[in-house]
């Protein structure tokens, strides 16, 4: 399993490019489509979410520029706001769980969210953009996802990840300890470091927690002076972004 995924400046495109997914092939249940926003319907947090997501799902009669729902889903994301996920899928991904899913979602699509990539989605969501993905099971349906994709407008995952970095990078260098030239020399290292700080099950634990799951991932590379500099930053960025009220310094 894998996903596909396109970041949208507007509402209307992502549920249009919903649409052509499904007219591929691809099942509505593994489709879904992230906007910023609310409806009137929430429910208090439950056992199985993160600290601070609160979800309501709803079912929702009709269709949203032909996608056809199953089920409407709100959602409190700390440091991005309300958002509305047209899928269960969604939900999982941003981090609901227990009661509001349950064990409706196969183990398989699950391990399939691009959890990695989740920072990237709340900056787009942040920026009031719609992300679309869809969960595929072959290369050949996720090559022409990407193509459908491409064709409705959409700005890929990595050139997203790109922007977020280019929007952060200068603060960054002007902060790091062994001057610009430096940075320059280890920035590559460093930014592995920022963005494992900030994937999901990375949120809200310590150095020291997760040394060994980095030493996993990254082998030497965790061990090394600018990727823990880039962790400790993006730690700060994450914490940051969920309390408003904290500096954005380490």
Do not use: C
Request: aromatic residues 6%; negative net charge; without cysteine.
């Amino acid at each position: 399993m894998q996903t596909v995924a396109g970041v949208f400046t507007g509402r209307a495109d992502a549920e249009r490019a919903a649409a052509a997914l499904e007219s591929l092939g691809i099942h509505r249940d593994r489709i879904t489509v992230l906007t910023p926003g609310s409806d009137s319907r929430r429910a208090p947090t439950d056992e199985g979410e993160r600290p601070g997501v609160g979800a309501a799902i709803g079912a929702v009669a009709g269709a949203v520029a032909g996608v056809p729902l199953g089920a409407a889903i709100t959602l409190l994301i700390p440091g991005v706001g309300p958002v509305i996920a047209t899928s269960l899928i969604g939900a999982v991904l941003l981090g609901a769980g227990g009661a509001a899913v349950g064990a409706t979602l196969e183990e398989s699509l699950v391990n399939g969210l691009p959890r990695d990539e989740l920072f990237v989605y709340e900056d787009a969501l942040r920026r009031g953009h719609s992300v679309v993905l869809a969960l595929v099971e072959d290369d050949a349906r996720a090559e022409a996802a990407r193509a459908s994709l491409k064709a409705a407008g959409a700005e890929s995952v990595d050139a997203a990840r790109q922007r977020w970095w280019v929007g952060l990078r200068s603060a960054e260098q002007e902060q790091y300890a062994d001057g610009p030239h430096a940075f320059e020399r280890d920035e590559d290292l460093y930014r592995r470091g920022f963005e494992a700080a900030l994937a999901f099950d990375a949120r809200g634990r310590t150095w020291e927690e997760l040394h060994g799951a980095l030493r996993a991932r990254y082998g030497l590379e965790a061990d090394a002076p600018a990727f823990r500099r880039g962790w400790e930053r993006g730690h700060a960025y994450q914490h940051g972004l969920a309390d408003p009220g904290l500096k954005k310094t380490a």
